[in-house]
């Protein structure tokens, strides 16, 4: 997303909705990072990274995980662990995988990718998903992989809506998996624990740069086999890193206390989505606002707010809001009173 001009330095800046990927070490987060214990995880000595690894797997009821240095790696690392170079992986015209990814699967994963409609709730249709599996013809790719997401567009996809889905990619005998860049906002909102979601997929990317507040990380869960041939992947892509418990010990700190109060989050977003309301037509889901404004307003919004303290993303003619650790009550109220005063 583009940012909005504005002439004001970083100090200034009261409240930036942009992204929950802005959030910056707090004072705890920085000590748990100096103090982690490190090694080099190249050759699998890094003691942070393997507890954090191995935390996650087991909280998802996986076999295994791999720390990545981002989602996208992440995700692309599985697909290719999971897909010879021709393979077929459905997934939706909306997700990350296909929309957001620069095209990776194909461009260096060699996949084709057979992107589905998205329904309004986010998830896939099974139906869609039965209608796109390929005959055993040569003149078709092999459908080999599917790959679901949760949360999408903010939106947290009922339990039994993904489960339809994954359902449906099991029959035809597909591998699963799951991008969970927000998968704690998802587990959040749907009041599940991490292995009702997690366990409907092989595999679950889990970002901890987003809502967990890392500056930095991702890590892939999933079944041992799968795991070794990822990490194999990571070291093709430029993934493997040295002493990366710095960034591991950042994310233990965030699943340990950013996590459990995540809820205040997605109750500052209904409060800010009440707040614009009278401004425009706004849609909330989870940490996120979906605001369009009035045309009255329209034109000089990001230069206004900017001027304010306030950071926003570049929408046309819908803006993303997006609510996170570094949001507190007294940076949403500022924001606030700068939408306010455009009015």
């Known amino acids: 997303m583009v940012l909005y001009s504005g002439s004001f330095a970083a100090q200034d800046v009261l409240c930036d909705l942009r992204s929950d990927t802005v959030t910056k070490p707090c004072a705890e987060m920085r000590a748990a990072m100096a103090g982690a214990e490190l090694g080099d995880d190249c050759y699998g000595d890094d003691p942070t990274v393997a507890r954090l690894e191995a935390q996650l797997a087991d909280r998802m009821g996986k076999d295994a995980g791999v720390f990545f240095p981002t989602g996208c790696m992440s995700n692309l690392a599985c697909l290719m662990a999971q897909c010879a170079r021709g393979d077929e992986v ?80 099991r029959e035809a005998g597909l591998a699963l998996h799951l991008d969970g860049a927000r998968f704690f906002n998802a587990i959040t909102a749907l009041g599940c624990t991490d292995t009702d979601l997690a366990g409907l997929a092989d595999t679950v990317s889990l970002c901890l740069s987003k809502g967990v507040g890392a500056p930095a990380g991702t890590v892939l869960v999933g079944p041992a086999p799968v795991l070794a041939k990822a990490r194999r992947a990571r070291k093709l892509l430029g993934g493997g890193m040295r002493q990366s418990g710095v960034l591991a010990a950042a994310a233990l700190w965030g699943l340990e206390h950013v996590v459990p109060r995540m809820a205040e989050d997605h109750a500052r977003a209904v409060d800010l989505a009440e707040a614009l309301r009278p401004l425009g037509q706004v849609r909330q889901a989870t940490n996120m606002v979906f605001f369009t404004p009035a045309d009255a307003v329209a034109a000089e919004i990001g230069p206004r707010l900017a001027a304010q303290g306030i950071r926003i993303s570049a929408g046309s003619p819908e803006i993303r809001l997006v609510l996170h650790r570094d949001v507190d009550d007294a940076a949403l109220a500022s924001a606030i009173a700068a939408f306010q005063s455009l009015g």
């Not at 567009?153 to 994954?166: E, K, T, V, Y």
């Open 90 to 169: 459905i997934t939706g015209r909306d997700y990350h995988v296909y929309a957001d990814e620069a095209g990776s699967p194909s461009v260096l994963g060699g996949l084709s990718l057979e992107p589905l409609p998205v329904a309004e709730d986010g998830a896939l249709e099974p139906g869609d998903i039965r209608a796109a599996l390929k005959p055993d013809d040569q003149h078709y790719a092999v459908s080999r992989l599917l790959s679901l997401e949760n949360t999408v567009g903010g939106r947290a996809i009922p339990l039994p809506r993904m489960q339809a889905a994954a359902e449906a990619g």
